[in-house]
């Protein structure tokens, strides 16, 4: 069981205090969050896939490689520092082992992280003046400062907290992401930094993490671009001193509140994609495989012209199942059913007796679920996605311009 | 050597006749083609790879796997018959076999193929009437008016013919094509119908055929998404009596002239694509085999943030570089060089040192090439995409509203 902490965030963990600031990489919206815990934390980490990778992704890869722990957590927004060669690599490690001095901690200590315009070297001097100025400016109540500092084009921060009655004791949940899944140099990136007061041995956080990611941040699209600087970083100090062990029952309940509030936060990020008016769930249900279910899903939720019939309110499954039908996955077309939230759209064997208005109305929602049941196994998943408009090219067209 | 004909098209082959006229699927423009040749053809064919497949589609592989020779292609556009389950494969072979009878064919020798809205069934009276009426009315120099019956949401007509100079003779090799990229229930498939006078061998044409749509049709994109009626079938009636054999120069001659059409074909369905400004060609240089060329350039080619990017005329080479990392290839970012046409953006070692006013000038233009130097290996591709604009969200979220 778990309860939601209202305006809840990452600070809502005991131990853990954070700040936001404005040190001048951005013209002025805050663009320096500091996350620091005075209690050493175990960490876990996942990282983007792309091939080209920020150089601060590779620091702070390194420092989780290591498997030692660490305090504090350093991001900006508004330079990602990715395609910066070598320059970019000691800038980034420059930026971490200043910030460790500062803290008065060891370099190894300090995860580090970018969003924002690529191939530009960072401003080290505004950097570091930052640092300078954040370190004494964190607090028990800076979270939502912080979520604010790590927004590119985001328009709203990304929050969540929760407690999680345990068998021998209550620990606390707290998170922050920004989106909006798209990528550089549009400053977009997909981060999220998560703590907790749970006492979990490192090899287990990362088990519980890498879980949680694939069924929340791994599910979702905006427009099916990959950032260079995408990561998700869960810490926990341990100081609730409520153990959390390998394959009990507490692990399961843990779990559960983790991917909560991962999933509220994968959901905002979509909800909050560059352009967006519509939240769309894509639930695949009765599927040979997970992988068959996963591929279809994700297929649909990248399809331009799904998108835009969401978008236009249109009850286009044409769309829908030709998509499934491009993703590579092996079923059978005419046992495919097709819903908008409870409205039957497309029925096995093509039949479509539906009520176009009906269709319509349940469409212009600001959010839908669009579920697809295959009725050929039992695998199943969920993948949020948003609709695409015309805002969407006039953000991607023009922003540099 | 080859030489383009004048306002050529299908009919430009001796022996090919067509016709293109208003059945009444669609309200005012024409909707019905039908091609004939006096000599039967041995045929080749390939279809989409979409699990979901039209009914005229399943119909014509059947004709085609049976290995006979054909004598017509009858070809309609408004209804796709697709979704259609059996009462549809049970009108397309209606359809089929009323149109043998009314030639005086075997049903066997005409191949049939749909474009439009899928999911409603063919509205029989209208196409058999429209049969009735169009094999009187084939003619020698009929190829853009079939041209034109095939279109649905393309905006002009694709026809091309070439003269080629064999050993022994010269052939003709005309086609006709439609877009643009999408897919139903927009009413938009890729289809191309190509006819040729030399005399060719089935098993050699197939494998002619093959090779030319992996290097033109199958390396386009307007939105990443296919559709359930693709098909592209070259016909030859060998009235030219130059024989072509396999392996030999004219073989290579041939496939050359007949790959240039393709890809003129494939590179005006891209320019047509929807809501279009831009045709932008892809090229992936210097990678370590072909299919990671391949893999990146079509990741590029379907980059929403790539495609918005030169939409804006915006020389945004971190979004060209982030969509190849993503694409799963591995290769060194760090070695990669990105031209656009003859300027260079992106030098090795992440440099970019380029004017970008010069760079906007560039983009400008109606038609871009952006070269991607991997400097890893000696695989190169070519690929087609076109820019992504606010008329393309138009036209995909209105069109059934």
Same mark, same amino acid.
């Given at each position: 069981m778990f309860t939601y902490i209202e305006n809840g965030s990452i600070t809502s963990v005991k131990g853990i205090k954070a700040a936001g600031i404005h040190a001048g990489l951005k013209r002025k919206r805050k663009d320096l969050a500091l996350i620091v815990s005075e209690q050493p934390c175990s960490v876990a980490g996942t990282f983007t896939l792309n091939k080209v990778q920020a150089a601060p992704l590779l620091v702070s890869k390194k420092v989780i490689a290591k498997g030692g722990k660490v305090k504090a957590i350093l991001v900006n927004s508004g330079n990602a520092n990715a395609c910066t060669g070598e320059r970019g690599y000691n800038d980034a490690l420059k930026s971490q082992k200043y910030c460790a001095k500062k803290l008065g901690v060891e370099q190894d200590e300090v995860i580090i992280s970018s969003t924002g315009v690529i191939g530009e070297y960072m401003p080290m001097h505004i950097? $570091?003046? &930052?640092?300078? @100025?954040?370190?004494?400016?964190?607090?028990?109540?800076? &979270?939502? /400062? %912080?979520? $604010? %500092?790590?927004?590119?084009?985001?328009?709203? #921060? /990304?929050?969540?907290?929760?407690?999680?009655?345990? @068998? @021998? +004791?209550?620990? !606390?949940?707290? +998170?922050i992401a920004k989106g909006s899944g798209m990528i550089m140099p549009n400053m977009a990136t997909m981060l999220a930094f998560i703590a907790t007061d749970a006492d979990i041995e490192k090899d287990l956080l990362k088990k519980i993490l890498t879980k949680t990611v694939n069924n929340s941040f791994n599910k979702i699209s905006v427009d099916g671009d990959t950032s260079t600087n995408?990561? *998700?970083?869960?810490?926990?100090? &341990?100081?609730? /001193?409520? $153990?959390?062990?390998?394959?009990?029952?507490? #692990? $399961?309940?843990f779990t559960e509140a983790l991917q909560a509030i991962s999933i509220d936060m994968a959901k905002a990020i979509t909800k909050d994609g560059e352009g967006a008016s519509k939240l769309i769930t894509i639930e695949v249900k009765n599927g040979r495989t997970e992988s068959d279910v996963d591929t279809i899903a994700q297929t649909i939720a990248n399809s331009p012209l799904v /998108? !835009?019939? *969401?978008? +236009?309110?249109d009850a286009n499954w044409g769309r829908i199942i030709s998509a499934a039908g491009r993703s590579g996955v092996d079923f059978d077309p005419a046992k495919v059913e097709i819903k908008f939230d409870d409205m039957t759209i497309l029925a096995p064997n093509y039949c479509h007796e539906y009520d176009e208005e009906e269709a319509t109305a349940v469409l212009s929602k600001k959010e839908i679920t669009i579920s697809i049941n295959l009725n050929d196994g039992d695998a199943s998943t969920?993948?949020?996605?948003?609709?695409?408009?015309e805002k969407y090219i006039e953000i991607n067209a023009s922003y540099r311009s």
């Open positions: 950097l $570091k003046n &930052g640092i300078e @100025s954040i370190v004494d400016q964190v607090t028990d109540d800076g &979270g939502i /400062k %912080a979520a $604010k %500092a790590i927004l590119t084009t985001d328009l709203v #921060e /990304k929050a969540f907290a929760v407690n999680v009655k345990l @068998s @021998s +004791g209550e620990v !606390t949940i707290g +998170g995408d990561m *998700v970083v869960l810490i926990t100090n &341990g100081v609730s /001193k409520v $153990k959390v062990e390998d394959g009990s029952e507490d #692990e $399961k309940l /998108k !835009t019939a *969401v978008y +236009g309110s969920t993948w949020w996605t948003c609709d695409f408009t």
